[in-house]
């Protein structure tokens, strides 16, 4: 299948398969990988503020995953996230100003998302603006 058939809902809803899967992420463009992580986020991740009030995004996800995902996260922010165990998961994400870039890179333009999910994007970029 090329790439330029490949649509942002059958991307999203690759992210959202890879929770539970095992798999690792495909090698794509910066700008499609978006959509797979957005759906993996979506289905998996945390949105929200800390005990702190920092604004926070992070996921729980098997290690592999969580070491691709923290190179996109370096990538799109310039910071690189330690993925760390927790129980049999590892965590990743980001906090406090480099939580704004990141979370601008998943769901700015997307077309296909949880409603439940941006109405939590779009508060905790309200409260860093």
Same mark, same amino acid.
């Given at each position: 299948m090329a790439l330029s058939s490949v649509t942002e809902g059958e991307l999203?809803?690759?992210g959202r398969w890879l929770v539970g899967s095992g798999a690792l992420m495909p090698t794509l463009p910066l700008g499609l990988i978006a959509h797979v992580i957005r759906g993996l986020w979506d289905r998996a991740g945390f949105v929200g503020h800390n005990n702190r009030?920092?604004?926070?995004?992070? @996921?729980? =996800?098997h290690r592999g995953l969580a070491e691709q995902i923290a190179d996109v996260i370096e990538e799109v922010t310039g910071r690189r996230s330690r993925a760390r165990p927790v129980g049999t998961a590892h965590w990743?994400?980001?906090?406090?100003?480099?939580?704004?870039?990141?979370?601008r890179f998943?769901?700015?333009d997307a077309c296909v998302v949880s409603p439940?999910?941006? @109405?939590? =994007?779009?508060?905790v970029l309200g409260s860093t603006e």
């Open positions: 999203y809803h690759l009030g920092y604004p926070v995004a992070s @996921v729980l =996800v990743v994400g980001v906090s406090g100003k480099r939580c704004t870039p990141w979370l998943l769901y700015a439940t999910r941006l @109405v939590q =994007v779009r508060a």
